[in-house]
């Protein structure tokens, strides 16, 4: 089966997830997905893939197209660019890494609902400490198990 298919098998069923069965303050689990995509492909397919899963995720919302495509996308894009900064990408970084592109994303999200619709943020609940901290708590369980495969150098011995 090809990876970006099965990739995008997996983010389909996190918007599933995500849309229809869980309630509540939820994880973002289609940003963490994005998220380990673009760390196992790079910078420009993070970026499409991001744009893709978010342009889905504007469709189902049956409300403006333009903020989850914007917000992930920028996520994809951003992703890379952080652990590009950092010699030693583990677990802790990571992490670090999901609680920042978590709140950009949100803060993307919300200036672009607030600018191109005629709703008003009063009344909404902008917390954003719940569903961020199951989006981190998300990311360090997954880690082990989406990330990249380290390459594996032998040392040799000369003599």
Known sequence: ?????????????????????????????????????????????????????????????GFIIGPQLLSKAIAGFLFISLKEKFFNWGILLNTLAILLIFILDSLVVFVCLETFTATSSIGRNLSLFIPGMYTVILGMLVYPILRPKEIKVEETLIN
């Open 1 to 61: 089966m090809n990876k970006t298919f099965f990739w995008a098998l997996v983010a389909l069923f996190a918007i599933a997830v995500q849309s229809v069965m869980l309630s509540g303050p939820k994880p973002d689990l289609v940003l963490i997905i994005v998220c380990f995509y673009a760390l196992r492909k790079g910078q420009l397919h993070g970026m499409l893939f991001g744009g893709g899963t978010g342009l889905v995720l504007d469709a189902i919302s």
